[in-house]
């Protein structure tokens, strides 16, 4: 038995976001989780390998979602504001778990683990900025909202 070939659909890999700023920014945040949970892991700290485990995968589903175009066929949520909601509770989380990793630290591997997560928690608040500033809901979504060359004047009306 043998399936219909205009059935079949193939995974398309969008390397133009990789090479996009956001992508970068993805990337730089799983290889900051990577460096935290390496850390964590030596210093032997349950709580906070948790943490980055549970983050590092998120991000990296969230990014495999961009990457495979996904979002594009699960339109039942919009995914920059879920993007942008996880970027903003986890730079949230990272500060408070972070700073009480580095300042009750009694291993050094905790003290580095604790630095990266504050790096972390700063490039999710860069992620969330991006993010936010780009999203667009009751306007229509264009690279230039200007008129006559004016920042900060919107095109939409009503």
Sequence with gaps: MSEDPSRIT????DTAFIKSKR???????????????????????????????????????LLLLYLFKLNKRLTFFFWPLVDAF???????????????????????GTLVGGIFGLVFAGLMCVDSFVLFKNITFNQPRSEINTVNNEPGTCTGTG
């Design 10 to 13: 193939a995974m398309e890999v």
């Design 23 to 61: 992508g970068i920014l993805k990337v730089a945040e799983m290889v900051t989780l990577f460096v935290a949970f390496v850390c964590f892991a030596v210093a032997s700290r349950p709580k906070y390998i948790a943490a980055t485990v549970q983050e590092f995968v998120i991000t990296s589903l």
């Design 86 to 108: 996880n970027s903003v509770f986890a730079a949230v989380y990272f500060i408070v778990l972070s700073l009480l990793a580095a300042t009750t630290y009694t291993v050094t």
